[in-house]
């Protein structure tokens, strides 16, 4: 089966930098994304990487380490409106329009 | 470009009965996949369309159906409801495979309450 970890909650200080790991058991594993949802809104994308190493966007940076089936997602310059849940998901080589989502980070930033 | 649209954004149903929800894609997006999201179970795959043609289908039982029509709106359907089904239905749309661009839209949802 697929089998995606990331811890349920987080909680840090604003300006502080956070990271949100994520471990995935997958056969076929194709690409590692994150996205972000606030409460009652839509989730939105964040990254995806496919290849090794870190991507950097702004104050978030995402890394995939494909050998250890591992990623996670780096915020800095942590701001209050960054309180939200963070989901980590992954496609398959044989399911290219299908995500499977871990069970989602919920990250409190407090002042 | 208008985001991706979905109607109802809320309703309450019974038990038994069924319910169709409907999803309006970006503009030039041919994939539209449907996820049901829930406090216990997080954000669950039920199906994927692309070119009028499901891709992909996720464990979901025979009640859950879906369709897409020429102009990429998809629908889906959920016959003989239960209580079990209450979550927020999300429809997110792509260009193609999101495994090959990266980026998945999402619209805000509808909330189905099953009484």
């Known amino acids: 089966g697929q089998n995606i970890d990331q811890p349920t909650e987080m909680t840090a200080t604003e300006g502080a930098i956070v990271q949100i790991n994520c471990t995935y058991q997958?056969?076929?594993?194709?690409?590692l994304f994150w996205y972000q949802q606030h409460a009652g809104e839509a989730p939105t994308f964040l990254s995806y990487?496919?290849?090794?190493g870190l991507e950097e966007k702004g104050r978030f940076s995402s890394f995939l380490s494909r050998s250890d089936s591992y990623g996670y997602l780096l915020l800095q310059e942590l701001q209050m409106k960054d309180s939200a849940s963070y989901f980590c998901?992954?496609?398959?080589?044989?399911?290219?329009?299908?995500?499977?989502f871990g069970q989602g980070t919920e990250l409190s930033v407090k002042p | 470009k208008a985001g991706v649209t979905q109607t109802p954004r809320y309703l309450i149903k019974t038990r038994g009965q069924q319910v169709t929800l409907s999803c309006s894609p970006i503009?030039?997006?041919?994939?539209v996949s449907w996820y049901q999201q829930t406090p216990g179970q997080g954000l669950q795959f039920l199906f994927e369309?692309?070119?009028?043609?499901?891709?992909n289908k996720g464990n979901f039982p025979g009640r859950f159906s879906g369709r897409q029509f020429s102009n990429s709106r998809s629908e889906m359907n959920v016959s003989t409801l239960e209580l079990g089904d209450s979550a927020l239905y999300l429809c997110?749309?792509?260009?193609?495979?999101?495994?090959?661009?990266?980026?998945?839209?999402f619209g805000e949802g509808s909330r189905l309450t099953v009484l």
């Open positions: 997958t056969s076929g594993f194709n690409g």
């Open positions: 997110a749309s792509s260009e193609s495979s999101v495994a090959n661009t990266g980026e998945l839209f």
């Open positions: 369309y692309f070119s009028e043609t499901q891709r």
């Open positions: 990487n496919v290849l090794d």
């Open positions: 998901a992954v496609t398959l080589y044989n399911q290219g329009g299908k995500l499977i």
């Open positions: 503009s030039g997006h041919r994939s």
